[in-house]
């Protein structure tokens, strides 16, 4: 009866887990109740990735994505709006060796409970690409690279949003 109990409730906790993509969205808040906890998530904010973008928008925070790191990892913005300019800026020409298995990157900012507010889309080798997030609140955050092994090995940073 025991682990028929426990079955269930690990098949439950399962089947409410849900993926996500970035981009252009907003979505609202959810409540996941189940036998061990009620959990709420706050909410994503509204963000675009304009890919033609060739120059950086007046007012933008450019950020260089490079091999194993973001330049500079440490960001101040003033609440509100935020612009970043993203710049792919690995070298085309690196050893078949020392190559990462993705080498497109993006900027993904974490919320204070360390789930992803905002998400780029995807910048290749040599792309630019202006990502707008819509009303981000004074606080610290969290951001790194969410594609596989990039944060673990470096691509990541803080950003500190000042009140306006």
């Given at each position: 009866?025991?682990?028929?109990?426990?079955?269930?409730?690990?098949?439950?906790?399962?089947?409410?887990?849900?993926?996500?993509?970035?981009?252009?969205?907003?979505?609202?808040?959810?409540?996941s109740t189940n036998a061990l906890a009620t959990t709420t998530t706050s909410t994503s904010l509204v963000a675009?990735?304009?890919?033609?973008?060739?120059?950086?928008?007046?007012?933008?925070?450019?950020?260089?994505?490079?091999n194993t790191?973001?330049?500079p990892s440490a960001?101040?913005?003033?609440?509100?709006?935020v612009t970043f300019f993203?710049?792919?800026?690995?070298s085309p020409d690196l050893p078949e060796g020392d190559r990462p298995l993705d080498r497109t990157h993006?900027?993904?900012?974490?919320?204070?409970?360390?789930?992803?507010l905002a998400i780029s889309d995807r910048v290749a080798i040599g792309e630019k690409a202006a990502f707008t997030v819509?009303?981000?609140?004074?606080?610290?955050?969290?951001?790194?690279?969410n594609l596989p092994y990039h944060a673990q090995v470096g691509m990541r940073g803080t950003l500190e949003v000042q009140p306006r």
């Amino acid at each position: 009866m025991r682990r028929t109990a426990v079955g269930l409730v690990m098949m439950f906790a399962a089947s409410s887990c849900g993926g996500g993509g970035g981009g252009n969205h907003r979505s609202a808040p959810t409540t996941s109740t189940n036998a061990l906890a009620t959990t709420t998530t706050s909410t994503s904010l509204v963000a675009r990735t304009d890919k033609t973008a060739s120059t950086a928008p007046a007012g933008a925070i450019e950020v260089q994505m490079r091999n194993t790191e973001f330049q500079p990892s440490a960001l101040t913005a003033k609440a509100g709006n935020v612009t970043f300019f993203l710049v792919n800026a690995e070298s085309p020409d690196l050893p078949e060796g020392d190559r990462p298995l993705d080498r497109t990157h993006n900027l993904t900012i974490n919320g204070a409970e360390g789930l992803p507010l905002a998400i780029s889309d995807r910048v290749a080798i040599g792309e630019k690409a202006a990502f707008t997030v819509e009303g981000l609140d004074a606080g610290t955050y969290k951001f790194h690279c969410n594609l596989p092994y990039h944060a673990q090995v470096g691509m990541r940073g803080t950003l500190e949003v000042q009140p306006r």
